[in-house]
């Protein structure tokens, strides 16, 4: 798995605006379902988004989701 991420605009962004942040997640396969010896069936597979700022006690953005697609972009407005 991959991510990257990126402010939308970053240059023209001044204190107290709100701005777009741009996550993307890639997975080398497609599929919803995992296998594990331990457990006999398949199951489902997801995948947790968590963004939060270091100077701030809370979450930003947080979305759990599945792969139905090779990557998934999450567009998050935040005001700094």
């Not at 605009?9 to 497609?30: C, H, M, P, W, Y």
């Not at 939060?52 to 999450?74: G, M, Q, R, V």
């Amino acid at each position: 798995m991959q991510y990257d991420f990126k402010v939308d605009d970053e240059n023209n962004i001044g204190a107290g605006d709100f701005f777009q942040l741009i996550v993307t997640v890639k997975s080398n396969r497609i599929g919803n379902f995992c296998s594990s010896s331990a457990y006999p069936f398949l199951k489902m597979e997801g995948w947790h988004v968590i963004v939060s700022d270091s100077s701030a006690p809370f979450l930003i953005f947080y979305e759990y989701f599945t792969f139905d697609e090779l990557s998934k972009t999450f567009k998050i407005m935040y005001r700094q």
